[in-house]
């Protein structure tokens, strides 16, 4: 018999919508469960957000991200094979089909800090659950997406 170890990763997402003009237009933050990497975390994450994004009737998405991985599987094939792969090719198709202009930017997690703490807000969630902000920015967010409007210097 053989016996493979599979880690589970307890991780967290956050996303900020905005608009045309960079102003907030939506916050939300999760915990997701049942994941085997980072990478995997990543890939659902990307996949929420850009079928919220669908559902909100979006036509033009920036998808940013500060992992290089996820990144390059989204722009090519190359990761297709991979244990995610389906995962990538239905942001892929989603990404295609759903929107008239789509842009995937990897940034570094410095410039992607508004998401990196309401994903860590999202963690420290003692329920799975997750929360969408419309019409206002919780008051934790604002000095944050205040520095992270595109333009502003911090």
Known sequence: ??????????????????NSRGDVFE??????????????????????????????????????TD?????EALR??????????ALFRQTRDLLYFDFTK???????????????NLATYGASLVADASKIFMDHVPEFVIPLVSGDKPGAHV
């Open 1 to 18: 018999m053989l016996l493979t170890a599979t880690t589970l990763v307890l991780a967290a997402g956050g996303c900020v919508i905005r």
């Open 27 to 64: 916050v939300g933050f999760g915990k997701l469960q049942k994941l085997s990497s980072p990478l995997h975390a990543e890939a659902v994450g990307a996949l929420c957000s850009v079928e919220h994004a669908v559902q909100l009737g979006m036509t033009h998405i920036i998808l940013e």
């Open 67 to 71: 992992a290089t991985i996820l990144g």
């Open 76 to 85: 090519s094939s190359a990761w297709d094979r991979s244990p995610h792969g």
């Open 102 to 116: 789509s842009v995937i930017s990897v940034c570094n997690r410095a410039c992607n800090r508004v998401a990196d």
